[in-house]
């Protein structure tokens, strides 16, 4: 376990964060000589948010839909043609 002030970990963060990535090490950062922060290793799984939810998939979509393709002259309101 490595304990640091605050100035210290500004100055040395690099050291540290390759100390923690490679010898797994933990490290303290503190304030007044107090612990206020700890760096360690554990990092979470990375989830993606702009994946929608299986349970919202279409229920019906027609086949050959194309919602980019302009509209047919008869898709028109009359007064707009």
């Known amino acids: 376990m490595i304990t640091v002030n605050m100035h210290e970990a500004k100055t040395r963060l690099s ?3 390759k100390a923690v990535e490679e010898k797994h090490e933990v ?3 503190c304030r ?8 360690t290793a554990s990092i979470k799984p990375f989830v993606n948010r ?3 939810h299986p349970d919202l998939k279409p229920i019906y979509v027609a086949p050959d839909f194309d919602p980019a393709a ?4 008869e898709e028109w309101p009359e007064e707009f043609r």
């Open 50 to 52: 702009l994946t929608p």
């Open 70 to 73: 302009p509209a047919t002259n």
């Open 27 to 29: 490290v303290i950062l």
């Open 32 to 39: 007044h000589g107090k612990p206020v922060a700890e760096i």
């Open 15 to 17: 050291e540290l964060v």
